[in-house]
């Protein structure tokens, strides 16, 4: 008799182990993003602080050309990000100042622009400060592009725009509208 408790304690066991076995298991967890340790703010704003001796902030984030605009006592600084926005890659230079602006309004007009060619590979960009009464901005020399612009402070603008190639034609070519679509200014620069 103990020989047939064996073989049914036996066969229960294979029974058990083939029913945990066969069993379907639940789908796997996907694995946590990475965090980074610190925010792409706090990156940003680090490496704008040790240039600059402050930072006020990120003022804004532009999701297709992977831009981020940073702003401290002394100017706006862009800065390239990696395509998720966590880490920080590199500053795009001059930052545009804001002394310097005022300081060369009549020489200027309401706008200035600085050109950086190759930022990477492919990613060229134009940007630059403008004041309230330059409401639109058309960049003649590169196919009568209109740039994007965010309000900054008081009666200053950004506008930039970026492009997918390595180099934008220079000198470039700008005409500046008021809001009645007079032209209030019309420019080439060579950076």
């Known amino acids: 008799m103990s020989k047939k408790w064996l073989l049914a304690v ?44 402050d930072c006020k902030g990120i003022r ?69 400060f403008a004041e309230d009464e330059a409401k639109t901005i058309v960049i003649n020399s590169e196919s009568n592009v209109q740039p994007n612009r965010f309000f900054v402070r008081d009666n200053l603008w950004v506008w930039y725009a970026t492009f997918q190639k390595d180099n934008v034609k220079l000198p470039v070519k700008v005409t500046v509208y008021d809001a009645k679509g007079n032209i209030i200014s019309r420019g080439n620069e060579e950076e």
């Open 60 to 128: 804004f984030f532009d999701a297709d050309s992977h831009l981020v605009f940073a702003e401290s006592s002394t100017g706006i600084t862009p800065a390239l990000t990696n395509n998720e926005f966590t880490e920080f890659r590199k500053f795009i230079f001059p930052m545009l100042n804001f002394q310097e602006f005022n300081e060369e309004r009549g020489d200027r007009g309401p706008i200035i622009w600085q050109v950086k060619n190759k930022v990477q590979k492919n990613l060229s960009i134009i940007y630059g």
């Open 10 to 53: 036996l066969c229960i066991g294979i029974i058990a182990i083939y029913f945990f076995v066969s069993r379907p298991s639940s789908p796997a967890s996907p694995a946590p993003p990475d965090i980074p340790a610190t925010s792409l703010e706090e990156q940003v704003c680090q490496r704008v602080a040790d240039q600059d001796g």
